[in-house]
């Protein structure tokens, strides 16, 4: 539970607060965007202004119920059994942002795709009650696609509670987690149907993305949107490899996706595919040296 005497000074007057326990996860500034922001002085969430709206007041109940830290606070919780049932939310075409993030990954994103060939589960969520119901009445999980050894989460208890094939990369000991599909080698392999899983080393030895539909690219923890709507990535986060990370980002220029939809950091709808690859352009440039 939030702690009321550790309040965040910056945190705006009201109801909604963040303490001193949170991890900068940015879950709730994904999730409420209105109400919370980024206090840069100390690098941590806290509450911008106070939620107005109905529709504000469910999605900050959204981010209380999501922090893997439990730092969000409030008075009110009329709208816990809301915020509950409104998760995973929906972005587009069948693709949901799950939230409840996990401190074991730290606050990692994770997302349900709903899918012909069977539901698929791109990393994993807290093992939440409620997430886990809401999940099982869109149909349960046939796959559980671990993009890398960092954001595995509570996948044994979604594994059991719905019987999916999990699938990771060898490089990432997905043996030692008793994963059901080892993945090997770096070429893409076809999961099923549109679903293909591309082998991206460099923020860890095995890290993949997976591209959906040629639309949606769940990228893990070494690709993700900035807030000036730019691509970013890090070298202090390639915890393998810098140079095989932009080898890996310059690969993604073979591939159309308009979402990029990372487990740390923002989101990133761009207007085309064309004006992805433009972004995705820049970034490789950066990563190499030459801007």
């Known amino acids: 539970m939030a702690r009321a005497s550790a309040r965040l000074p910056s945190n705006a007057p009201g109801d909604y607060y963040v303490d001193d326990s949170c991890i900068d996860c940015a879950m709730c500034r994904f999730l409420a965007p209105a109400v919370f922001r980024r206090d840069d002085s100390v690098g941590l969430s806290v509450v911008g202004r106070q939620p107005v709206t109905d529709g504000e007041r469910l999605r900050s109940a959204m981010a209380l119920v999501s922090c893997p830290t439990s730092s969000i606070g409030s008075a009110d919780k009329s709208l816990a059994r809301a915020a509950a ?28 795709v709903a899918n012909d060939s069977g539901n698929v589960l791109v990393d994993s969520p807290r093992a939440a ?19 890398h050894k960092d954001d595995v989460a509570d996948h044994a208890k979604y594994a059991a509670r719905f019987g999916c094939e999990r699938i990771m990369h060898a490089d990432d000991g997905a043996a030692r987690l008793g994963v059901e599909r080892v993945l090997e080698g770096q070429a893409d392999i076809r999961l099923a149907g549109d679903l293909v899983a591309i082998p991206l080393p460099g923020h860890t030895r095995g890290s993949m993305a997976l591209l959906y539909k040629e639309k949606f690219l769940f990228t893990g923890d070494h690709l993700w949107g900035e807030d000036d709507g730019t691509l ?28 990029v939809l990372p487990g740390h950091g923002s989101p990133l709808r761009a207007e085309s595919p064309r004006d992805m690859r433009a972004k995705l352009e820049v970034l490789v440039d950066r990563m190499r040296g030459r801007s």
Do not use: N
Request: charged share 20%; with cysteine.
């Open 85 to 112: 049932h409104a998760l995973p939310d929906p972005l587009e075409d069948g693709v949901f942002f799950c939230g409840y993030a996990s401190e074991k990954s730290y606050g990692a994103s994770s997302y349900l």
């Open 129 to 147: 009650a409620p997430l886990m119901d809401r999940i099982g009445e869109l149909g349960g999980v046939r796959f559980m696609f671990l993009s």
């Open 232 to 259: 970013g990535a890090s070298r202090s986060v390639a915890w393998y490899s810098w140079a095989k990370q932009t080898e890996s980002m310059a690969r993604l220029l073979d591939y159309s996706f308009e979402w």
